[in-house]
């Protein structure tokens, strides 16, 4: 299912505890709820072994935290993009900052998973790497500069002209691509900045995960749409 939907919220469960497992179905179905009272498209990225179990549960999008550029055969360990489409995901993230790519392996999983009609959200880090992505025709680039990641400082706030001026490059090469906003985002202060800036919608996760009431949270977050 393709994601068209804007305002979005994904939620990147990365490995906490508190987003694995049984807490994982917890999550999603936080934000199950969460989207379907506010109207908000929000989006789950489960661990591996939680794509399953998530996208036969919950009706909200569910993607890939990672796809490796490998074709099926004897590699080990990696996460073979026919696979996770078999377990449910809808697309992947691809290049985060905890699982950095090479520019020509972005290029392949990009071209593997558009060629399969899921959703592509490619992670960048400045300017210059958002105007690569985009020339590489991914759903989404999400700006997120990694000193800024689990800091709870927002980069809409702490480097609001990184956000701004991705925005420009980014529609200037590719008009069809569209700009999320990551690191630090966890309040609805700052998800109202970041679309005061140009983008449309946000990427996050410890703000929302560690919270003492994430399905809270996420209605904070949102509250000032």
Known sequence: MKITQTPLVILNFKTYIESTGEK????????????????????????????????????????AQHIDPVEAGGHTGSMLLECAKEAGAAGTLINHSEQRMQLADIETVIRKTNSEGMNTVVCTNNILTSA??????????????????????????????????????????????????????STGDDMKAALELGSEGVLLASGIIMAPDPKQALLDLVSKI
């Open 24 to 63: 994982a179905l917890q999550l999603a179905r936080a934000l199950e709820e969460v989207s379907e009272e506010t109207g908000i498209s929000m989006v789950a990225v489960p661990q591996g072994a939680d794509l399953w179990r998530l996208s036969q549960e919950v009706k909200i999008p569910v993607l």
């Open 132 to 185: 690569a992505a985009a020339a590489l025709n991914p759903d989404f680039v999400a700006i997120e500069p990694p000193e800024l990641i689990g800091s709870g400082i927002p980069v809409s706030q702490a480097e609001p002209e990184i956000v701004e001026g991705s925005v420009a490059a980014i529609k200037d090469i590719n008009p069809d691509v569209r700009v999320l906003c990551g690191a630090g985002i």
